[in-house]
């Protein structure tokens, strides 16, 4: 029997943090998927997870996991995926580390995925932009900070944790332009030139930023470096005062990841092209990409404009006189009702 605890605990602190550079959302994604587990696997076998032991992890349990996120904890198709994702990820971990599980990985790894329903991705029209860039207070420190946070997701594209992880020497001014250097997923690295009105946000709040002991770009109320949870309250916050210029925010449910959706099919409707969103947002290939075609209303009326419909038999309905129809409705009536012979 071999523990599992040893390959966990590789598994995350090289697998996925050095050899793989995953960022610190996935690796916490990742955490929490193998906590549910593991606690699950604990119920079943009646052992501490400590003494958990790697042959314990079949697929028959995987599957009873799965069902059990399903219909106790109420997960949707996505989430059972992403936690089977997880899973399956260690499983090819640890393929070449214990051969002895050889049979038992792939069995694990053969486990399909669930169909589920891919939803359109939420953004902002163009009003709603309008409403949210002018929500921060320009005269205030914080409303400068603000200002330049939004108008940096909003056209740059930045995933939440790339925007508050952009350091001072990431950015650099280009004439009436600015360089961002974002750090993507796994060491991706790419640059962003970007407006001149990104780049007056930008150095309106270098002028107020003052010193501080961290490297980082934005800054919280206590002179640290923003995290991802408190751009998601001060977007929260803004959001609600755009609310009141713009209705159509009511109702409306904008994470810092609607931002990323936004720049995306502004960029799309700009270009035509979605390789070029792709390498915009910084994505692999263009099928992380593809889930903006189903948004974009555009593409849907070039698509109606370049066919063809078959023509239809031109006619047109003509009612009858009523006269003559209370008539024929007269005589179908007698003959329904007379004797027969």
Avoid at 134 to 146: K, M, N, Q
Avoid at 257 to 266: E, K, P, Q, S
Avoid at 275 to 282: I, Q, T
Wanted: proline share 7%.
């Amino acid at each position: 029997m071999t523990p599992i605890a040893p390959h966990i605990t590789e598994f995350f602190q090289k697998r996925l943090a050095v050899d793989r550079g995953a960022s610190t959302h996935t690796c916490d994604t990742y955490a929490y998927a193998f906590q549910l587990l593991l606690e699950f696997m604990s119920r079943k076998v009646g052992v501490p997870p400590a003494d958990l032991q790697l042959e314990q992890l079949d697929a028959p349990l995987v599957l009873e996991f799965l069902k059990h996120i399903q219909k106790e904890r109420g997960n949707s198709p996505r989430t059972r995926n992403a936690r089977l994702a997880a899973i399956r990820s260690f499983m090819r971990f640890v393929e070449y580390r214990v051969p002895s599980v050889l049979d038992q990985v792939r069995r694990v790894r053969a486990i399909p995925v669930q169909k589920s329903d891919m939803p359109l991705v939420r953004h902002l029209n163009v009003d709603e932009q309008r409403a949210l860039l002018d929500a921060p207070d320009p005269t205030v420190r914080r409303g400068i900070r603000d200002r330049a946070m939004l108008i940096l997701a909003v056209t740059g594209g930045l995933r939440v944790s790339e925007l508050v992880g952009l350091r001072l020497n990431d950015v650099e001014f280009n004439g009436p332009y600015v360089d961002v250097l974002v750090h993507g997923k796994g060491r991706r690295e790419h640059t962003l030139i970007l407006w001149k009105s990104v780049a007056d946000a930008i150095r309106a709040w270098l002028a107020v930023r003052g010193e501080a002991p961290t490297p980082e770009l934005f800054l919280n109320a206590w002179g640290r470096h923003m995290t991802r949870s408190g751009f998601a309250r001060v977007l929260a916050k803004h959001v609600t005062a755009a609310a009141r210029q713009c209705p159509s925010f009511k109702g409306k449910r904008v994470s810092p990841h609607v931002l990323r959706h936004t720049c995306a099919l502004n960029t799309l409707q700009a270009t035509r092209d979605l390789r070029k969103v792709s390498l915009w947002l910084g994505h692999d290939s263009t099928r992380s990409t593809e889930v903006y075609l189903q948004s974009d209303p555009t593409e849907k009326l070039e698509a109606l404009m370049a066919m063809k419909m078959p023509a239809l038999r031109p006619g047109k309905f003509r009612p009858p006189d009523r006269l003559i129809a209370s008539l024929r409705a007269s005589a179908v009536m007698r003959s329904s009702v007379a004797p027969k012979p």
